[in-house]
């Protein structure tokens, strides 16, 4: 398997245009610019395309940074979007739109006193914004311990409210891995 990078197609940084114009308007009003990098490992005898991005160790259907102060003087955008290859192939439309404001999500711009904070060169200061929740855990200590994991705990409180986003019952938790 060989990584390779390019410059995402033409279609896919429309889109990008698109939901950042649509659902991010700090991020439009301040003329933000995003670079979209694809990313895939290929197998050089078969030409198959396999997943190829990580985060935090994790395989990751798209990551966004910001870029350093000095490579944007470079040229370089204010952001950089990556995106798996594969698995962007393997999502519809509706999927590849969700994904990419996920990604934008992440960016908001710093401001001070309302007024937006801007660097060195006149662009606008960004700061990654965290997941509005974050899971992780292990079945087997799920399992072991139960109310008293953190891993329990954590996927109770994603329910407490209602059912937002799953269509699961606190019951059904305790059949998970079984």
Not at 62 to 82: H, S
Not at 104 to 114: G, S
């Amino acid at each position: 398997m060989s990584k390779t990078f390019e410059q995402a197609d033409d279609k896919t940084k429309r889109l990008v245009t698109q939901v950042r114009n649509e659902h991010h308007p700090g991020l439009r009003d301040n003329a933000l610019t995003i670079d979209v990098l694809m990313v895939a490992d290929i197998d050089e005898e078969s030409g198959e395309v396999s997943p190829a991005l990580k985060a935090h160790g994790y395989p990751a259907a798209a990551t966004i940074a910001i870029v350093p102060l000095n490579r944007r003087a470079l040229g370089q955008a204010d952001a950089l979007l990556t995106i798996d290859t594969a698995t962007w192939q393997g999502l519809g439309a509706a999927e590849q739109t969700a994904l990419v404001d996920h990604e934008l999500t992440h960016l908001q711009i710093k401001r001070r006193d309302n007024a937006v904070v801007r660097d060195d060169l006149g662009r606008p200061k960004l700061a990654m914004r965290l997941h509005d929740w974050q899971l992780g855990g292990f079945v087997d200590v799920a399992r072991r311990h139960g109310e008293s994991a953190i891993e329990v705990r954590a996927a109770r409180a994603c329910t407490s409210k209602g059912q937002y986003f799953w269509d699961f019952g606190p019951s059904k938790l305790r059949a998970v891995g079984s």
